[in-house]
C-alpha cells in the first residue's frame, strides 16, 4: 500500500470546459442535441423530460446503463466546468434541471437498493486496485487507468495528476477521455458529484470538497498510480461518518468505487483492456499501445520458457 504525505491538499488546476462526448443510447444522443441547439427552442426540449422518465423506467439497472449515466454526467458537468460549444444558459433550463433531478433520483435509490441489500462489506476494490497500481502494475495498466483518473477527477483534477498524465504523454483535457471509460467510471463520478452538491457546504466533513469541488473518486488509487511515476503524491484522510446519513453518502459512494476499480482489476487480470474499444483510443497513441500490450502480455505468459 502507498504512503501518502501529509502534506496540505494541492491547488486545483484551472478549469475547461469539457469536450461532448459520443452519446452512448437515445437520452444522451438527445441530450447532446438539445443542448447543442439554441436556448428555449421547442420542441426539443420541452419532450426530453419525457423521453428520461421512460428510459429510466425500462433501465435495468442504472448503476451500469451507460446512456444515463453518460447523460447525467454530462448534465453535471454542463452545471460545473461547462461544455464546448453549447450556450451557458442551458445550465439554468427549468427542463434540464428536472431531469438531472430524475435521473440523480433514480441513481441514489439504486445505490440504497445495493447497499441494503448486499450492505458495504467486502467492497474492497479500490484497495486492491491501490496495492496493485503501487506495485504491480505495468507501464500501459498505469496509462490505462491515468485515462480513467482522469474522468474521475472531471473539474477537479489536481496538479499532481496533470503532472502524471503529461508524463505518460496523456491529454489533460477536461473530458477528453469519457468516450474511452466504462460505465462504473462514469458512475463514480455521477456519485460523486450528486452527494457533494446535496451536501450542506458548512456541515461537510473537512477534506470532502465543496458542492462544486467533489471530492474525487478513486484518489487513493491516483495517489498510487502519481508516485510511480515520481509524481509526489498528496490525499486527504478519510472522515468518519458521525451520522447515519454521512454513512450512506460513504457507502454509497464506496459502492460505486468499487465497481469501477473492481472492473479495471478484472479486465487487467484477463489480460483485456479496462478501456472500451471507440475511436479515441485508435487515434491516441499512448492509449492505443497501451491496449495492445495489455493484450499481450497475456500471450507472452502463455509461451513456454526457452
Known sequence: ?????????????????????????????????????????????????????????????????????????????????????????????????????????????????????????????VEKLEAFLAEEATEAELDEFLAIAAVTAQGVMAPELVTALQRAGLDCGTGHYVDAVDVRVLTARTTATMYAATAPARRRPRGEGSATEPAVPLALCIAAAELRLGVPAVAAPQPAARTEARKLVRDARRLAEHAAAAHALDAWMHAESALRPCDLIDEDRVLSAAALAVREAEVSQLEPAG
Open 1 to 125: 500500500m502507498t504512503t501518502l504525505s501529509a502534506a496540505p491538499a494541492p491547488r486545483l488546476a484551472a478549469r475547461e470546459p469539457m469536450a461532448i462526448p459520443t452519446p452512448r443510447g437515445p437520452v444522451s444522443a438527445a441530450l447532446v442535441a438539445v443542448i447543442t441547439g439554441p436556448v428555449g427552442q421547442p420542441p426539443i426540449v420541452s419532450s426530453f423530460d419525457a423521453q428520461v422518465e421512460r428510459a429510466v423506467i425500462n433501465s435495468r439497472d442504472i448503476l451500469v446503463d451507460d446512456d444515463l449515466q453518460l447523460a447525467l454526467f454530462v448534465l453535471h458537468a454542463l452545471a460545473d466546468t461547462g461544455i464546448e460549444h453549447v450556450d451557458a444558459r442551458w445550465a439554468d433550463d427549468g427542463i434540464l434541471r428536472d431531469v438531472r433531478s430524475t435521473l440523480e433520483s433514480a441513481l441514489d435509490e439504486a445505490l440504497r437498493d445495493q447497499l441494503e441489500r448486499r450492505g458495504a462489506r467486502d467492497l474492497d476494490g
